[in-house]
T-cell receptor, first 110, second 113 residues
């Protein structure tokens, strides 16, 4: 099983749609969870940390289910500028390293 | 907004040559990292550095790799004898509190020919 597994994508969705990303992780000892976005040939940028209670930041909602080792990200009212690759990231065997999913590419169409 | 600065942005080197990739982390950050991303693949952890020593390294970070913080501001990654498969984007990152608040540099694209 891959350490962090994401939907392969790409997702092609019209502007204004709601899009959901799913992620599973294999290490039950992982302590911290994040969603990053990466634009083509750019560095990853933190979108949001993910907490067990769920958290929301504007149009973005993240959820964590530790029992199922599952993380999700929901984007509502998608904008053209949301087009990017979304990376699910968890901490590894220590909190010093981040383990990355392969990412799901999102393409928002006008 | 504070930035992590990486130089050069692109480096081409011949196989077998040594390269040094440079990074200036954010000044009040205490944790420093190198990650790499081979084109089209996922980001991979290389090494973390805290309190002037390596705190963790991955299997990728073998004897060909080393890191140094020579002067209190720079953080460098050295690859002693580059291989074709070292071609990748190398990202430096720093954080104030471990895994939280990571800031990545814009990367150095290393091409080994």
């Amino acid at each position: 099983r891959k350490e962090v597994e994401q939907d392969p994508g790409p997702f092609n969705v019209p502007e204004g749609a709601t899009v959901a990303f799913n992620c599973t992780y294999s290490n039950s000892a992982s302590q911290s969870f994040f969603w990053y976005r990466q634009d083509c040939r750019k560095e990853p940028k933190l979108l949001m940390s993910v907490y067990s209670s769920g958290n929301e930041d504007g149009r973005f909602t993240a959820q964590l289910n530790r029992a199922s080792q599952y993380i999700s990200l929901l984007i509502r009212d998608s904008k053209l500028s949301d087009s990017a690759t979304y990376l699910c990231v968890v901490t590894g065997r220590s909190n010093y390293q981040l383990i990355w999913g392969a990412g799901t590419k999102l393409i928002i169409k006008p | 907004e504070p930035e992590v600065t990486q130089t050069p942005s692109h480096q081409v080197t011949q196989m077998g040559q040594e390269v040094i990739l440079r990074c200036v982390p954010i000044s009040n950050h205490l944790y420093f990292y190198w990650y790499r991303q081979i084109l089209g693949q996922k980001v991979e952890f290389l090494v973390s550095f805290y309190n002037n020593e390596i705190s963790e390294k991955s299997e990728i970070f073998d004897d060909q790799f080393s890191v140094e913080r020579p002067d209190g501001s720079n953080f460098t990654l050295k690859i002693r004898s580059t291989k074709l498969e070292d071609s990748a984007m190398y990202f430096c990152a720093s954080s104030e509190r471990g895994q939280y608040g990571y800031t990545f540099g814009s990367g150095t694209r290393l091409t080994v020919v």
